[in-house]
């Protein structure tokens, strides 16, 4: 069974850092896109960030890019997503999600066929 599920977030005072994780079962990081979400509350869920193992590449929303960064472990079947200089504005509900290889290059929610539950990040001071 597909399963993903994120963990690390919580309240950071803006400026702060947070190191999302996302543990994924039933399928290999080497097949597979994982992109992490987010949606805050009235707002439509938008992309933050995604990487494909197989291609070697990387993809970051431009609200997010040079701030975060996306990274997959495959021994722990993880991937993560460091969080720097967090701003008031990064509050929302993280979900991590997945596509297939070949739809490595997008953000579009629709695209992914399995996401984990979310996990809440708020910056606030």
């Known amino acids: 069974q597909v399963q993903l599920v994120e963990s690390g977030g919580g309240l950071v005072q803006p400026g702060g850092s947070l190191r999302l994780s996302c543990r994924v079962s039933?399928?290999?990081?080497?097949?597979?896109?994982v992109a992490w979400f987010r949606q805050a509350p009235g707002k439509e869920r938008e992309a933050v960030s995604s990487?494909?193992?197989?291609?070697?590449?990387?993809y970051y929303s431009s609200s997010v890019k040079g701030r975060f960064a996306i990274s997959a472990d495959n021994a722990k079947n993880t991937v993560y997503l460091q969080m720097n200089s967090l701003k008031i504005e990064d509050t929302a509900v993280y979900y991590c999600?997945?596509?297939?290889?070949?739809?490595?290059?997008?953000?579009?929610?629709?695209?992914?066929?399995?996401w984990g539950q979310g996990t809440q990040v708020t910056v606030s001071s």
């Open positions: 999600a997945r596509t297939a290889r070949y739809f490595a290059a997008s953000f579009s929610a629709a695209d992914y066929d399995y």
């Open positions: 039933g399928f290999s990081l080497d097949y597979y896109v």
């Open positions: 990487v494909s193992v197989s291609e070697g590449s990387t």
